[in-house]
């Protein structure tokens, strides 16, 4: 995610703080010491810290949790409105979608109660220790209140994804989802106004589950889409190539020249040596270096799909390895095509427009 500082990596995780955290944090230690000095300041920066910590520690129940099921999390961000750990791929079953997502509330609930045990209990039984009372007790409070937010079936939240894994045990995948979608929309409206009444930070929250639904219900029918199509019958079958010894003036002429962002690298074989992306092409022109060739800024570990392959696993592919293109090669090995996310999105739109065959 743009914007975000790679803090430390645990079991293969990177944590990322995104900037506007930061901005957060910095705002409220302002408002803080202008109401009360440096020692309320300080006092609730810790508390607001540690809440996050539970965050981060509910995002990191999602990643083992999917890792049990071979999906692994390249990395979690830390946004102002929460955290969010970017899997690999969805699971394909419903029941491991189930597991995963209960699992980072359940973590808070881990929490909860060992601050319950910890000494916490006066927040449960007094609900203004959440303002008077002492650490524990606020934490145990938000805990309990993170637990609760967190499985209302607000789609993309944990409960949403609950709901929308309970409804793929009957439902196909991209049905299941598109309901879920239209829940969450609800909630969505609800959260934003509850928010312009009362708290604006809904809306934030409002608008991250209207987007998110939508986006994943578009996810959902993309998939749909691509397990009846070959990779042959979307993949890009004009374009440009280069080799490792190009200049980077060369990759750039190709590049205003054309509408591709990215340009498969061959060898002296004719075999696929890496991808040049745009984003690596451009980074490498800020550092002004003349000695540097396509070959050294270009992706080596760009993985290949065939001509055959089922567009969902090639789509798959692109998903684990976050590859913004995917070379295409047939059976002798030869680069025949480039497969793009827009071309995902072109088979989908075409496919979402043209009538249902009627079965004589």
């Excluded at 099921?69 to 899997?87: Q, S």
């Excluded at 992306?277 to 490498?284: F, K, N, V």
């Excluded at 270096?289 to 799909?305: E, F, K, Q, S, Y």
Aim: aromatic share 8%; charged share 15%; glycine share 8%.
């Amino acid at each position: 995610m743009s914007w975000s500082l790679p803090i430390f990596r645990i079991a293969g995780i990177q944590l990322r703080i995104h900037i506007t955290f930061l901005l957060l944090i910095a705002w409220l230690a302002f408002g803080y010491y202008a109401q009360g000095g440096s020692a309320v300041a300080l006092s609730r920066v810790i508390f607001i810290l540690l809440l996050f910590l539970c965050v981060v520690l509910h995002e990191f129940g999602h990643a083992f949790a999917a890792k049990a099921f071979g999906i692994n999390t390249p990395d979690i961000t830390l946004l102002p409105i929460g955290g969010v750990a970017r899997l690999e791929r969805m699971p394909e079953e419903p029941v491991q979608e189930l597991i995963i997502a209960v699992a980072g509330p359940l973590v808070n609930v881990v929490i909860a109660l060992g601050l319950f045990v910890a000494g916490g209990s006066q927040a449960l039984l007094n609900p203004s220790s959440i303002e008077g009372g002492g650490l524990v007790a606020q934490l145990l409070t938000i805990n309990i209140m993170l637990v609760l937010f967190n499985l209302l079936p607000a789609f993309p939240m944990d409960g949403g994804r609950v709901l929308r894994a309970l409804l793929a045990t009957r439902l196909s995948y991209a049905r299941a989802t598109q309901v879920a979608a239209n829940v969450g929309q609800g909630f969505a409206f609800i959260f934003g106004f509850i928010g312009l009444l009362w708290n604006p930070f809904l809306l934030f929250i409002a608008l991250f589950v209207y987007i998110g639904a939508s986006q994943e219900a578009a996810l959902a029918q993309m998939k749909d889409v691509s397990r009846r199509f070959p990779v042959s019958s979307a993949m890009v079958r004009e374009f440009r190539t280069l080799s490792g010894d190009a200049s980077l003036q060369e990759a750039v002429d190709a590049l205003l020249a054309t509408s591709q962002h990215d340009f498969p690298v061959v060898d002296d074989t004719g075999g696929i040596a890496g991808l040049l992306t745009r984003q690596d092409l451009i980074a490498a022109l800020r550092k002004n270096d003349p000695a540097l060739r396509v070959g050294d800024v270009m992706r080596r570990d760009i993985p290949t799909v065939t001509t055959g392959t089922r567009f969902e696993d090639a789509f798959r592919i692109m998903q684990e390895c976050n590859c913004p293109a995917v070379p295409v090669l047939d059976r002798m090995k030869r680069l025949v095509g480039l497969l793009t996310p827009e071309n995902v999105t072109e088979l989908m739109m075409v496919q979402s427009a043209m009538p249902p065959r009627r079965v004589s």
